[in-house]
Structure formats: C-alpha cells, structure tokens
C-alpha cells in the first residue's frame, strides 16, 4: 500500500490511501474556489476553504459498482428494489444489474447510512474496502467526518455554496435563487441545449415517472458547473442535525420551483429513503504541488463556462 499526504491552507492535514486493485467508479470534478465568501441571506453557502464536487449525482451504473463490490450478502440493506437496479440470486451470492436505460440516471432509494458507506467504500480504495469506518464511523450514533477525509458527503454549506454561489454576480458576490445561475424559475419542456432548464415540475424526460439522466440540460449549469442541483433528485448532504435529520437540498423532478430553489429544503430522518432522493459527492482540494491520488474518483478539475 502507498500512502500520499496533502494538506490544504485552510483544513487539516488529509491522507490519500490507494490499494493495489484498480479503482472502477469516477467523477467529474469542479472545484469551488472563492474561499470565505459571505453566507446567503438564508444563512447557509459560507465557506472558508476550496473543496471539489462532483458535476453529477451518483447514477445506477456507480451505485450498481459498489453493491457488486461489498453486497454479496447485504447485511446492512444497501439494495432497496423499486429504483433504477436489479438483485439477482441469494444471499450470500447476491449480484447486482442496472435495469435498461437507468445507468445514468441517479441512484434512489438510499437511505444517508448507505450513502455514507458508499462514501467509506470509496475512501477505503472501492473493491474489498470497509464500509463501516473510514471517513464515517457507523458505529457511532451521529457520524461526522473524519479530519483525514479526501473524499465525503458534502455538508449543506458545500452543497448550497456549488448551487447558488456566484462570485462575479453584482459585481462583488451573491447567490442565485435557482442552480442555474438565474433568479426566475427554470423551464421544463424546452430544447435541451438552452439554458435555465431543470428536471421538475412533474416533467421526467423519457421514462416517466421518476428522475433522468444526469446532465440532461447540460447547459443549465451552476456558476462552478454543476448540474441538477435545482430538480431531478433531492440530495442528502453530510450535516445532521438533533437527533439524527437531515435537510434534503435541490428539490426533485415532482416538485415545484419553491423546492428546487435556494429557499427549499426538506426535514427527513437519515434513516428513510424515497424515490426522489440521492446523493452526491465532495472532495477536498490539495494545496499546489502536493503530491494526490484520491482512490480512482478522477477527473481533475477544469475550467467551466461562466455565464454573467
């Protein structure tokens, strides 16, 4: 095993593992930058350091990857049927399949323990890596991030700030109302190549009935180009609040434009899982010239298309 260390100027120092097995789940990463930005009027999206996000939720195909890997058995029920994936055979030699056309759609029906143990999965170099400890420690009764963390579930500052954040707005900095770099309501049933587009409103693109493919209105993009952060699916983030809640962020393809603007959010316990919700990922940035590999979850971080 080799082991690579890299810190950042404004967070602890950060432990890159890899493992000698090739990693096969990776993201696109874009990284937010503008560190100490002021908070939204709603109180949420300062934050003091840079980090990365991934420009797409988690879809089937990366889901499907993880359960091959560390669900054979599936003692902590990270497989719920009724979303975009098909278990085939019996415990103990249980495999997994991404039903017709839902691999690029977004994992559902995940409850934020599974998420998190996706997130330590990966942490831990994906194939045979633990799912119970590494960035989150299961065991405990309200994980919270390691201080070693390369790769987490982002906290709702992080989610919010990928979202709305726009340093250029104004002229100084400001938040947008929705995450595609607009304060009026997306459209929904328009040309897919033009901009302020989402994925709600009852609309669902070519399946019906559910969320689209990630990126459908690729040119609907957050000021650090991310995409369907307004609809498509709720996304659990890293926060937990007393006892054990979580504000669900960016609404879903059923909701109304109130929920998939800044202003929604929805209380659910981190035990329960929907349909309409999935997650995406966070990773920290490392300071120039330190040496980096984060456990296969590629995709440098470039330049995005700003729109003013």
Same mark, same amino acid.
């Given at each position: 095993? @080799? @082991?690579?260390?890299?810190?950042? =100027?404004?967070? #602890? =120092?950060?432990?890159?593992? !890899? !493992?000698?097995?090739?990693?096969?789940?990776?993201?696109?990463? !874009?990284? &937010?930058?503008?560190?100490?930005?002021?908070? $939204?009027?709603?109180?949420?999206?300062?934050?003091?350091?840079?980090? %990365?996000?991934?420009?797409?939720?988690?879809?089937?195909?990366?889901?499907?990857?993880?359960?091959?890997?560390?669900?054979?058995? $599936?003692?902590?029920?990270?497989?719920?049927?009724?979303?975009?994936?098909?278990?085939?055979?019996?415990?103990?030699?249980?495999?997994?399949?991404?039903?017709?056309? @839902?691999? +690029?759609?977004? &994992?559902?029906?995940?409850?934020?323990?599974?998420?998190?143990?996706?997130?330590?999965?990966?942490?831990?170099?994906?194939?045979?890596? $633990?799912?119970?400890?590494?960035?989150?420690?299961?065991?405990?009764?309200? #994980?919270?991030?390691?201080?070693?963390?390369?790769?987490?579930?982002?906290?709702? +500052?992080?989610?919010? @700030?990928?979202? *709305?954040? $726009?340093?250029? %707005?104004? /002229?100084?900095?400001?938040?947008?109302?929705?995450? !595609?770099?607009?304060?009026?309501? #997306?459209?929904?049933?328009?040309?897919?190549? &033009?901009?302020?587009?989402?994925? *709600?409103?009852?609309?669902?693109?070519?399946?019906? /009935? /559910?969320?689209?493919?990630?990126?459908?209105?690729?040119?609907?993009?957050?000021?650090?180009?991310?995409?369907?952060?307004?609809? +498509?699916?709720?996304?659990?983030?890293?926060?937990?609040?007393?006892?054990?809640?979580?504000?669900?962020?960016?609404?879903?393809?059923?909701?109304?434009?109130?929920?998939?603007?800044?202003?929604?959010?929805?209380?659910?316990?981190?035990?329960?899982?929907?349909?309409?919700?999935?997650?995406?990922?966070?990773?920290?940035?490392?300071?120039?010239?330190?040496?980096?590999?984060?456990?296969?979850?590629?995709?440098? =971080?470039?330049?995005?298309?700003?729109?003013?």
């Amino acid at each position: 095993m @080799k @082991k690579f260390i890299m810190a950042t =100027a404004a967070m #602890p =120092a950060v432990l890159f593992l !890899t !493992t000698a097995a090739p990693a096969t789940v990776v993201f696109d990463w !874009t990284t &937010v930058g503008n560190a100490g930005n002021a908070a $939204d009027s709603t109180t949420y999206g300062a934050v003091s350091y840079d980090y %990365k996000i991934a420009k797409y939720e988690v879809t089937n195909t990366q889901y499907a990857e993880f359960l091959n890997a560390v669900a054979a058995t $599936d003692s902590h029920t990270l497989f719920v049927s009724g979303g975009g994936i098909t278990q085939n055979g019996s415990s103990g030699s249980y495999t997994y399949t991404v039903n017709s056309g @839902k691999g +690029n759609v977004p &994992v559902t029906r995940v409850t934020w323990n599974s998420a998190a143990r996706f997130i330590n999965w990966m942490s831990n170099g994906q194939g045979s890596g $633990d799912t119970e400890t590494g960035v989150y420690d299961l065991s405990l009764s309200t #994980p919270t991030r390691a201080v070693n963390a390369s790769i987490f579930l982002p906290t709702e +500052n992080e989610w919010y @700030k990928a979202a *709305y954040y $726009d340093p250029t %707005k104004g /002229g100084s900095g400001g938040y947008w109302t929705y995450a !595609t770099q607009s304060d009026t309501a #997306p459209a929904y049933n328009v040309p897919w190549t &033009v901009t302020n587009d989402a994925v *709600y409103n009852g609309w669902s693109g070519p399946y019906g /009935g /559910g969320p689209t493919d990630v990126g459908t209105f690729s040119s609907s993009d957050s000021y650090y180009g991310t995409l369907d952060q307004s609809g +498509n699916v709720w996304e659990w983030n890293e926060t937990i609040y007393s006892p054990s809640s979580i504000h669900l962020r960016g609404g879903s393809y059923s909701e109304g434009a109130t929920n998939i603007s800044s202003a929604g959010s929805s209380t659910v316990s981190r035990g329960n899982l929907f349909g309409s919700v999935g997650f995406r990922v966070a990773a920290a940035v490392p300071e120039p010239g330190s040496l980096l590999v984060i456990l296969g979850v590629g995709g440098l =971080a470039m330049a995005r298309r700003r729109r003013s």
